[in-house]
């Protein structure tokens, strides 16, 4: 199965080199004592992308993130997001973020959770209602708003988490796996959601375990052991690898670059 | 830890009071080496249970030594004033010798904020008298009037009440402080929010003003039990009260902000609870009197910030004392809720 992206992948390529990332990294690192979770990272996501981030636990896919959205200081190396140096703070109402935790409150509803960042983000009420409704049905919770967190399935819990990052309906999502958990049926409803953040013009930015979510991204990362050790359409990283599935691809990838 | 907590404890615990600023006012005319006034005056400075900031002699009668006395009572700078009369000496003598005359007064005029102080003082005068009298004397010529300045009529649960609103204010928003932040970290929601436009100091100002609501609804509610259930006084105006819990809450929800992101994981933040706990408890004049703190540790309480709490309510409620005179007081809870939520944004900046 090819991926949105998978036939464009020349021309996806070429657009990253035009000015206007979105994200753009330059040997970005952070160690953690004597750990290097991420090592002189180097990213590049135009605008209008789905890029997917794949790689084993610990290969510092969450680390990469949450220096993105501002949350770790790097220890080295430049990060840029929406054009601006990180930690941002001009437009950090443009961006959203889910956690990999769960990071919703508990004793709130999920109508609560939902108005609660919508606040934050001084939406107006009108506008709030209208996106809530939308998110609702996109997370199949429409009959749930009412229900504590607390009581909701894990699944639900993490479902109402994606609807919280993407309220604002910002430009540029990072989504750290906002499908684990989530039973297939509903996975497909939020790659057709996906599908259409892109199609408006949207960026997402997500991690995944999932390689048949993988193959849907327009742009894969491979991360291992800190370090980017593959970059392309699912398509190109296949044909690269000489393998028929990214799982390979990685595996080979992997050899490659030894370790 | 807990070794520090048990010292402190075993030191104040119980504790004598001791080091009660008084002031003495001296007029007895008999010869220095007969009076009976200075006698019991130097017995007193043996003692520790008084200091005894002043002596006014005679020679200073110009200056009207009992209403200046009054006055510092009245201002709180001294506990009390004690004072003998120009007769003290001869009316001893007379009511010793012949059992006529009127006896000898000793005049305490004292700030009853605090019961179990003027007891102390009107005791620890009684124990001296008895030791210059010597044992051998059982008509004791001497009496003790009491006139209170404040508090007339208070009572223990009078002085407790204002201690038992600022501890219980201070546990509610420390500890719900700590806690709370516990739960954004683990839950990532604080990660969650400092990816939003809201700012450090806004998700601080925020909490401040939530706890300080929980700390303000608390204290209504015990206030109006104390008053339904004990009758307690409350001389003074009732919103300053509350307005003194209100800083006093968002202080403490600084404080604990600032520990709990200080610290490396929740074990760590809870901790924090009883090493701040425990000496505002015992040092910070709830259950008894500063002056009841051994004296090495006082210092300790004047870097407690419940000791002004309690100090200013108590002065509202038994003083009948309005901002104009418990300014000073204020003003430390102010400066102690502006650091403490400063740092707990700078703080939480930093956690990046
Ligand atoms: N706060 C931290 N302190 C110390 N080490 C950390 C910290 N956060 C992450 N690490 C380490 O950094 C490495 C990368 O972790 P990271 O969470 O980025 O991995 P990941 O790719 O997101 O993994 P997963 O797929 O399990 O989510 C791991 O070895 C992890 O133990
Ligand atoms: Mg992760």
């Known amino acids: 199965m090819s991926g949105a992206g998978g036939g464009k992948g020349t021309k996806m390529t070429r657009m990253l080199e035009g000015a206007g990332d979105i994200v753009r990294t330059h040997r970005l690192r952070k160690e953690f004592e004597d750990l290097v979770a991420v090592d002189d990272l180097d990213l590049k996501v135009g605008p209008g992308l789905l890029y997917g981030m794949i790689g ?204 | 830890m807990p070794l520090i907590m048990i010292t402190i404890f075993g030191y104040t615990f119980g504790g004598d009071v001791k080091n009660i600023d008084v002031c003495v006012v001296n007029l007895d005319q008999a010869p220095a080496n007969q009076s009976m006034a200075g006698a019991i005056i130097s017995e007193l400075g043996t003692r520790d249970t008084l200091d005894i900031v002043r002596v ?94 404040y508090g007339e009529g208070a009572r223990f649960i009078d002085f407790f009440a204002p201690g038992v609103m600022g501890l219980a204010a201070m546990m509610v928003t420390f500890m719900l402080s700590i806690i709370s932040f516990i739960h954004e970290r683990t839950t990532s929601t604080l990660d969650r929010l400092l990816t939003t436009p809201v700012t450090e100091g806004e998700i601080v100002a925020g909490y401040a003003l939530a706890f300080g609501l929980v700390g303000l609804v608390q204290s209504i509610v015990i206030i109006l039990t104390a008053v339904a259930l004990f009758e307690i006084q409350i001389v003074g105006n009732p919103f300053t009260v509350l307005l003194i819990i209100f800083v006093f809450g968002a202080g403490n929800q600084g404080m604990g902000f600032l520990l709990s992101s200080l610290a490396k994981n929740e074990f760590q933040a809870i901790q924090f609870i009883p090493l701040i706990l425990f000496p505002s408890l015992l040092l910070s004049g709830v259950f008894w009197p500063i002056e009841a703190v051994p004296a090495f540790l006082r210092p300790v309480s004047y870097f407690v910030p419940l000791t002004y709490a309690v100090e200013g309510m108590r002065s509202i409620m038994i003083r009948g004392w309005g901002m104009g005179s418990i300014w000073p007081e204020f003003a430390v809870l102010v400066i102690f809720a502006g650091i403490m939520l400063l740092l707990s944004a700078y703080s939480l900046r930093k956690r990046r």
């Open chain 1, 56 to 259: 084993p636990n610990g290969s510092g896919k969450t680390t990469a993130i949450k220096m993105l959205v501002g949350l770790l200081r790097p220890t080295a190396g430049k990060a840029y997001v929406l054009g601006e140096k990180v930690p941002i703070v001009d437009n950090i109402s443009r961006i959203g973020y889910m956690p990999q935790e769960m990071a919703i409150y508990a004793d709130l509803t999920v109508h609560e959770n939902l108005e609660l960042f919508s606040r934050l983000y001084s939406m107006d009420r009108e506008l709030f209602e209208k996106r809530e409704r939308e998110l609702l049905k996109v997370i199949d919770l429409s009959d749930r708003r009412d229900a504590l967190v607390s009581q909701l399935s894990g699944g639900m819990k993490h479902r109402t988490s994606l609807a919280c990052a993407l309220m604002h309906d910002p430009e540029v999502v990072f989504l750290d796996e906002p499908t684990v958990g989530v039973d297939p049926e509903l996975r497909v409803g939020f790659w057709k959601y996906f599908a259409d953040l892109k199609a408006r013009g949207k960026t997402v930015i997500m991690t995944t375990h999932y390689m048949d979510e993988a193959v849907r991204c327009d742009l894969v990362g491979m991360m291992r052991l800190g370090r980017l050790i593959g970059e392309g359409t699912p398509k190109e990283l296949m044909a690269m690898t000489s393998t028929s599935d990214l799982e390979s691809a990685f595996m080979t990838m992997a050899r490659k670059v030894g370790t």
């Open chain 2, 56 to 149: 006014y002699s005679p020679s200073d009668a110009y200056l009207d030594p009992v209403a200046i006395g009054r006055e510092k009572v009245e201002d709180a700078d001294i506990w009390a004033i004690i004072f003998f009369n120009e007769t003290f000496t001869q009316d001893a003598a007379a009511i010793a010798g012949d059992g006529t005359g009127q006896s000898a007064l000793v005049r305490l005029i004292a700030d009853g904020t605090n019961p179990n102080i003027v007891q102390a003082i009107s005791n620890d005068i009684l124990t001296a008298i008895r030791a210059v009298l010597g044992t051998s004397a059982f008509v004791v010529p001497i009496s003790i009037s009491t006139d209170l300045v």
